[in-house]
């Protein structure tokens, strides 16, 4: 099977400043790792992806990084702002399930930004 | 305008009334699925689809019910026998399989009353 787990519950940064979320997982199979955004009240919302062929990806002030050696997943935001704060998880595939089912969710960091 | 909707925003339950809760995508989207989401916990997967007129149980299936009839529509039916249905439902959508990236709805609040 597939656990996902996020290291911290609640992460509290300065406007301005970088964050960092992390994520770890279990099934050293997994192969496509998404980071969402989810804000009070609404769905989900898609920030990036990678593929376990890549190391790091970079999108607009995100960044993801994937270590497959410890299978660790971080999201970096930069310039942190106050419309970044929301709840962000992580969701790992693998391959064994074949289907929907081998989709895992991460339960969430809440990052509150302080003025 | 394309993307997912849920309907109703709010959903109110007498006990021992089913009631169902309505998804559509105009993603032209062959998968879709259902995912339930409590307080501090991840989501959790109710039901899939893959393809029209076929549907799969994801982790914690019982009480619920789903039909796939059409590709753009996956309601969900919140049975009385679901005895804690109290939650907020997120629907979700993805051009194919698990590879690929789901797209969530806005997502609907189940009270009981």
């Known amino acids: 099977g597939e656990s996902v787990g996020l290291h911290l519950p609640t992460l509290s940064v300065q406007e301005g400043d970088n964050s960092i979320i992390n994520c770890a997982y279990s099934?050293?199979?997994?192969?496509?790792f998404i980071w969402y955004k989810q804000e009070s009240g609404k769905g989900p919302q898609f920030i990036i992806d990678?593929?376990?062929?890549?190391d790091k990806r970079q999108g607009q002030r995100v960044t993801v990084l994937l270590n497959k050696t410890v299978k660790h997943l971080s999201l970096q935001i930069a310039a942190t702002q106050p419309g970044d704060s929301a709840v962000y998880f992580c969701?790992?595939?693998?391959?064994?399930?074949?289907?929907?089912?081998?989709?895992?969710f991460g339960k969430g960091t809440h990052l509150i930004i302080q003025p | 305008d394309g993307g997912i909707t849920q309907s109703p925003k709010y959903l109110f339950r007498k006990e021992g009334q089913n009631v169902t809760l309505s998804c559509e995508q105009n993603?032209?989207?062959?998968?879709m699925y259902w995912y339930r989401q409590d307080p501090g916990q991840g989501l959790r997967l109710i039901y899939y689809?893959?393809?029209?007129?076929?549907?799969q149980k994801g982790d914690i299936a019982e009480g619920y019910s789903v039909s796939r009839e059409k590709k753009e529509s996956f309601p969900l039916t919140v049975t009385s026998a679901q005895k804690n249905p109290t939650a907020f439902y997120l629907c979700?959508?993805?051009?194919?399989?698990?590879?690929?990236?789901?797209?969530f709805g806005p997502g609907t609040r189940l009270l009981v009353l």
């Open positions: 099934n050293s199979a997994s192969d496509y």
């Open positions: 993603l032209n989207h062959d998968a």
């Open positions: 969701a790992v595939t693998h391959p064994a399930g074949g289907g929907a089912d081998g989709l895992t």
């Open positions: 689809s893959q393809i029209v007129n076929d549907f």
């Open positions: 990678i593929r376990s062929n890549m």
């Open positions: 979700a959508s993805s051009i194919g399989g698990y590879q690929e990236t789901q797209y």
